[in-house]
């Protein structure tokens, strides 16, 4: 279920998960980062197992309302459709972005029980 936020659909959840990854990202507007790279593949990942739909230009609208660069909110729109495509992505080794319970948090606080 979508619903309307400022001009863009998105799945409350998958707002939510825009959200946090936006907060983890900082205000670099983008994924300038090989860490923050890896947190939206992963969070994107995370969300599509669960069967959520991934809409690239809903997520870039997301991320140009949100104060992303052009650039930043295409290269998010492209990293969500490569993960809708199960692209092989080349990314930092290191521990997981996310807590194992997210996607359950994302959940509640779309829920209206958030944090």
Do not use: C
């Not at 990854?21 to 939206?40: C, I």
């Not at 197992?49 to 052009?70: F, R, V």
């Amino acid at each position: 279920m979508a619903r309307e936020r400022e001009g863009v659909l998105v799945d409350p959840v998958v707002g939510v998960a825009l959200k946090y990854l936006d907060n983890q990202v900082g205000s670099n507007g983008g994924l300038t980062h090989p860490e923050d790279k890896k947190a939206a593949v992963e969070a994107f990942v995370i969300l599509w197992k669960a069967g959520y739909e991934l809409l690239p230009q809903e997520i870039e609208s997301w991320a140009l309302l949100h104060d992303w660069t052009a650039a930043g909110a295409r290269g998010l729109g492209e990293v969500a459709d490569g993960v809708r495509h199960h692209q092989r992505f080349v990314l930092v080794h290191s521990g997981p972005s996310w807590n194992s319970d997210a996607l359950e948090v994302w959940r509640s606080e779309a829920a209206g029980g958030g944090r």
